[in-house]
Nanobody, 124 residues
Framework: QVQLVESGGGLVQAGGSLRLSCAAS????????MGWFRQAPGKEREFVAA????????AYADSVKGRFTISRDNAKNTVYLQMNSLKPEDTAVYHC?????????????????WGQGTQVTVSS
């Protein structure tokens, strides 16, 4: 059984920063692609960022490009999302997800395991 546990969310003012972490267990972490998604109230879950198995390839949603950075530490079975220059529209529950395969994928349907999420609230 795969478990993903997010942490690092919270309340921050616009322009501030947060670093999310996602600790994984139950599968060979370095053999799988990872992604971050978010869901705001009343909206569908949307892609934020993805990273391949060794961190050598990443992808970002246009809305976060240049502000967010995804990274991973395979020795710690952890993936991170550094979020800078936060905006009120970044407010959402952020989920990490795992998928079989080594590449970078933004399609939410291609991920098979999900964490419970961590709330990020950005005040104006």
């Amino acid at each position: 059984q795969v478990q993903l546990v997010e942490s690092g969310g919270g309340l921050v003012q616009a322009g501030g920063s947060l670093r999310l972490s996602c600790a994984a267990s139950g599968r060979t972490f370095s053999s799988y692609g990872m992604g971050w998604f978010r869901q705001a109230p009343g909206k569908e879950r949307e892609f934020v960022a993805a990273i391949n198995w060794n961190g050598g390839s990443t992808a970002y949603a246009d809305s976060v490009k240049g502000r967010f950075t995804i990274s991973r530490d395979n020795a710690k079975n952890t993936v991170y999302l550094q979020m800078n220059s936060l905006k009120p529209e970044d407010t959402a529950v952020y989920h990490c997800a795992s998928r079989p395969g080594l590449g970078v994928i933004s399609n939410v349907g291609r991920y098979d395991y999900w964490g419970q999420g961590t709330q990020v609230t950005v005040s104006s």
